[in-house]
């Protein structure tokens, strides 16, 4: 499906970016992996190459395409993956984490997404078109307890997925945005409430495949958990509903017990 194809991941040393890593090699894609340390041996099990990049610089996204490009090839997709996740301030409150949390998560979750497209789309309007795919969460759709600085981000993350589809369509770029619930990675390792949420802690493998169906009917949305997108219709038709339905949830769920504290 994707022979010869060249996908550049980021956040592809372990969790959902290199399972996505393996779909795209597993359907004859050349694949570039980078993270904060060159994956090698990722790469070398995928027969892809290794790259260092820091999301949080535009400098190093930058040199991570070309590259990526002068080693494999111009890319034809690219899979802005690498995320981070804090939690909230010591007592709960929403604003209570460090400025650095909150300005880190701004710069991994969305602006590493936007320095991509600054240097990405020019080239796919001359080569005739791209594919972009963003890795947001349930929460850019709906919310995470326990993190505010998440939820802000990837909501905006979603954002600029869906300005890139609208915006590109017509230069024959197509964009995509994960959005799952819980999934096995470093980001939720060891947290109960993801381990045993009642909507399953999915493999990157489900992901991986979810976001192949998606590409392969043109699908904005990959929705890895489907009652994701149950969830988003109940709150987009009764908002105070959903409000209160979440407060709920928050107040039966143990501090110790929330998700993100860790790098994806």
């Not at 795209?24 to 570039?32: K, S």
């Given at each position: 499906?994707?022979?010869?194809?060249?996908?550049?991941?980021?956040?592809?040393?372990?969790?959902?970016?290199?399972?996505?890593?393996?779909?795209?090699?597993?359907?004859?894609?050349r694949?570039?992996?980078?993270?904060?340390?060159?994956?090698?041996?990722?790469?070398?099990?995928?027969?892809g190459?290794?790259?260092?990049?820091?999301?949080?610089?535009?400098?190093?996204?930058?040199?991570?395409?070309?590259?990526?490009?002068a080693?494999?090839?111009p890319?034809?997709?690219?899979?802005?993956?690498?995320g981070?996740?804090?939690?909230d301030?010591?007592?709960?409150?929403?604003?209570?984490?460090?400025?650095?949390?909150?300005?880190?998560?701004?710069?991994?979750?969305?602006?590493?997404?936007?320095?991509a497209?600054?240097?990405?789309?020019?080239?796919?309007?001359?080569?005739?078109?791209?594919?972009?795919?963003?890795?947001?969460?349930?929460?850019?759709?709906?919310?995470?307890?326990?993190?505010?600085?998440y939820?802000?981000?990837?909501?905006?993350?979603?954002?600029?997925?869906?300005?890139?589809?609208?915006?590109?369509?017509?230069?024959?770029?197509?964009a995509?945005?994960?959005?799952?619930?819980?999934?096995?990675?470093?980001?939720?390792?060891?947290?109960?409430?993801?381990?045993e949420?009642?909507?399953?802690?999915?493999?990157?493998?489900?992901?991986?495949?979810?976001?192949?169906?998606?590409?392969?009917?043109?699908?904005?949305?990959?929705?890895?958990?489907?009652?994701?997108?149950?969830?988003?219709?109940?709150?987009?038709?009764?908002?105070?509903?959903?409000?209160?339905?979440?407060?709920?949830?928050?107040?039966?769920?143990?501090?110790?017990?929330?998700?993100?504290?860790?790098?994806?």
């Amino acid at each position: 499906m994707f022979s010869n194809k060249i996908v550049a991941i980021t956040g592809a040393a372990g969790g959902i970016g290199l399972g996505i890593a393996k779909m795209f090699a597993n359907n004859g894609a050349r694949v570039a992996l980078s993270d904060l340390k060159a994956p090698e041996a990722q790469a070398k099990e995928l027969g892809g190459k290794a790259y260092v990049c820091d999301v949080s610089s535009e400098a190093s996204v930058t040199s991570f395409i070309e590259a990526a490009e002068a080693d494999l090839g111009p890319i034809d997709i690219y899979i802005s993956n690498a995320g981070v996740g804090f939690g909230d301030g010591p007592n709960g409150e929403v604003a209570g984490g460090s400025n650095k949390s909150w300005e880190t998560s701004w710069q991994v979750n969305v602006m590493g997404s936007v320095y991509a497209v600054r240097d990405l789309v020019p080239k796919w309007i001359e080569r005739g078109g791209g594919r972009f795919v963003i890795t947001a969460s349930a929460a850019g759709l709906l919310n995470q307890i326990g993190s505010a600085s998440y939820s802000a981000t990837k909501h905006a993350a979603v954002g600029l997925a869906e300005a890139i589809a609208i915006a590109h369509r017509a230069d024959n770029i197509f964009a995509h945005c994960i959005c799952p619930q819980y999934v096995r990675s470093n980001m939720t390792k060891g947290q109960k409430f993801a381990e045993e949420s009642k909507d399953g802690l999915l493999e990157p493998s489900d992901v991986a495949a979810a976001l192949k169906n998606a590409i392969a009917n043109d699908e904005f949305l990959v929705l890895s958990h489907p009652v994701v997108g149950e969830y988003f219709k109940g709150k987009a038709s009764d908002y105070n509903r959903y409000i209160h339905g979440m407060a709920k949830l928050k107040s039966k769920i143990a501090a110790e017990d929330l998700p993100l504290q860790n790098q994806e």
